[in-house]
T-cell receptor, first 110, second 114 residues
Framework: SQQGEEDPQALSIQEGENATMNCSYK?????LQWYRQNSGRGLVHLIL?????REKHSGRLRVTLDTSKKSSSLLITASRAADTASYFC??????????FGTGTSLTVIP | DTEVTQTPKHLVMGMTNKKSLKCEQH?????MYWYKQKAKKPPELMFV???????INESVPSRFSPECPNSSLLNLHLHALQPEDSALYLC?????????????FGSGTRLTVV
């Protein structure tokens, strides 16, 4: 399977804390994307990082990519209760469509 | 319009019923996708349409029948489903197939087969 693996599977933090989730994948990639999904809803594209980039920021989101280790991390700073959702990485193998990781369920406690 | 609209939001059907899921986008995207998602699992690709032609069928059982009547509309026809087909069905679109800069997803149809 080309599916990425995410850890932790579930994460529970207090509001205001930072949340970090990790994604590991198996094949060479074109880019890696992170998506958010509120319970039972569609996925929302958060951020994309290309294979030649190492770090990217968007608001309270920081994504890193280490292609030598085939891993990425998503950091959400100063978390809010509204950040409670599932987060999926999606890897884009070179010249192909993408595959979703197993997901991290984040709960931010007010 | 930057949305993908899916109807209905919820559907309950018996194993002998025939029903259809609908997906619509007006962003001029030429690739459209059906995904199936079980609880606490990632979405799994079912079908890809590119320029209204079926490009990928991920070995989906024939009781699921996709249709792309025009560039804005994607249907999924359901017949003789099993209870294990109960899931969230997600539609997505992108500018082109193979354009992997980000998909736009609909909110999904929650399907329950009884």
């Amino acid at each position: 399977s080309q599916q990425g693996e995410e850890d932790p599977q579930a994460l529970s933090i207090q509001e205001g804390e930072n949340a970090t989730m990790n994604c590991s994948y198996k094949t060479s990639i074109n880019n890696l994307q992170w998506y958010r999904q509120n319970s039972g809803r569609g996925l929302v594209h958060l951020i994309l990082i290309r294979s030649n980039e190492r770090e990217k920021h968007s608001g309270r989101l920081r994504v890193t990519l280490d292609t030598s280790k085939k891993s990425s991390s998503l950091l959400i700073t100063a978390s809010r209760a509204a950040d409670t959702a599932s987060y999926f990485c999606a890897t884009v193998p070179t010249g192909n469509q993408f595959y979703f990781g197993t997901g991290t369920s984040l709960t931010v406690i007010p | 319009d930057t949305e993908v609209t899916q109807t209905p939001k919820h559907l309950v059907m018996g194993m002998t019923n025939k029903k259809s899921l609908k997906c619509e986008q007006h962003m001029g995207h030429r690739a459209m996708y059906w995904y199936k998602q079980k609880a606490k699992k990632p979405p799994e690709l079912m079908f890809v349409y590119s320029y209204e032609k079926l490009s990928i069928n991920e070995s989906v059982p024939s009781r699921f029948s996709p249709e792309c009547p025009n560039s804005s509309l994607l249907n999924l026809h359901l017949h003789a489903l099993q209870p294990e087909d109960s899931a969230l069905y997600l539609c997505a679109s992108s500018q082109d197939f193979g354009e992997t800069l980000g998909y736009t997803f609909g909110s999904g149809t929650r399907l329950t087969v009884v």
